[in-house]
């Protein structure tokens, strides 16, 4: 069992990482932050999550790592909140109008 500690605070089990991630740059409230993972998406997931389609970006996150619906979840969560600090004026809605009617 692989187990890292480069930058968590904490021993990680990497069989525990979502989606098989190898490398961890820190962990907050659970939600791991893979380090370049998000430079390997298909573009068409920023596309999809600024234009508020998750259920496609997130089956597209699923697809192209190969991880956990929670997983894919976790890092849809990241993604978004780097896009909300990255390139605000991109999305077409407000973060409170955000995901409204999706109910899962």
């Known amino acids: 069992m692989s187990v890292l500690r480069d930058f968590c605070s904490a021993a990680v089990d990497l069989d525990r990482l979502p989606c098989g991630l190898d490398r961890c740059a820190g962990h907050s409230r659970g939600l791991y932050y893979a380090v370049g993972f998000m430079d390997q998406l298909p573009e068409s997931v920023d596309q999809d999550i600024l234009e508020n389609r ?41 973060r409170e109008e955000y995901g409204r009617g999706l109910y899962s």
Request: with cysteine; aromatic share 8%; glycine share 4%.
């Open 54 to 94: 998750i259920i496609l970006a997130i089956k597209t996150i699923r697809e192209a790592s190969g991880c956990t619906l929670h997983g894919a979840i976790d890092l849809f969560a990241q993604r978004y909140e780097e896009l909300r600090r990255d390139r605000p004026a991109d999305f077409q809605i407000s």
